[in-house]
């Protein structure tokens, strides 16, 4: 099972900021926070990861609380474009590269 | 640079044929993994291989397989196929294999079967 919990829907207004919010309580502290999205009929994106601090891309922003049981992912200017199916994954350092996926929030940006 | 690339995009067979699944990774990427996304499981881990290895299994049959070759790209197999086995199977490639590698995916190859 996913060792996250997401809100199924959100909504945003194009050019407002997007915020995402992941829970991950049983997180270890070797685990990373990913997150991807998914539009459909694609494959899932990579956005953004982190371990314990905040991190920041061309893409979005990843907030990371101290006690690292929860983290959103920030999206500055929402388009239409970035309405997808965004996952927030935790990613043990043992497990290779097999991502266990839960069924995300589904983002709508609408104008 | 160029994304993962996978082939044939579409694909329509019918139960009890095989198939062939083929996935060429990001350049420089030397781990390959497989994924099947269904509308009612969601997206689930196949297999993981590395250096030509397979180094990880998901909760799958046997008849489903894959391979590694020398230059990273990668093909998975499904055998005697199954109306269930109707899917988007999707590769993903990164550098290594830890935590701190991030997983690029492919658009994915839809199988319907008939």
């Known amino acids: 099972d996913a060792k996250t919990t997401q809100p199924p829907s959100m909504d945003c207004a194009e050019g407002r900021a997007a915020n995402l919010p992941c829970n991950h309580s049983?997180?270890?502290?070797?685990?990373?926070v990913y997150w991807y999205r998914q539009i459909h009929s694609q494959g899932p994106q990579y956005i953004i990861h982190g371990l314990k601090n905040n991190e920041t891309n061309e893409m979005a922003s990843l907030i990371i609380t101290e006690d690292r049981k929860s983290s959103t992912l920030i999206l500055p200017h929402a388009t239409l474009r970035d309405t997808a199916v965004y996952y927030c994954?935790?990613?043990?350092?043992?497990?290779?590269?097999?991502?266990?996926f839960g069924k995300g929030t589904t983002l709508s940006v609408s104008s | 640079k160029a994304g993962v690339t996978q082939t044939p995009r579409y694909l329509i067979k019918t139960r009890g044929q095989q198939v062939t699944l083929s996935c060429s990774p990001i350049s420089g990427h030397r781990s390959v993994s497989w994924y099947q996304q269904t509308p009612g499981q969601g997206l689930q881990f196949l297999f993981e291989y590395f250096s030509e290895t397979q180094r990880n299994k998901g909760n799958f049959p046997g008849r489903f397989s894959g391979r590694q070759f020398s230059n990273s790209r990668s093909e998975m197999n499904v055998s005697t196929l199954e109306l269930g086995d109707s899917a988007l199977y999707l590769c993903a490639s990164s550098l290594g294999t830890g935590p701190n590698s991030p997983l690029h995916f492919g658009n994915g190859t839809r199988l319907t079967v008939t």
């Open positions: 049983t997180i270890s502290g070797n685990e990373y």
């Open positions: 994954i935790v990613r043990p350092d043992t497990a290779g590269t097999a991502l266990i």
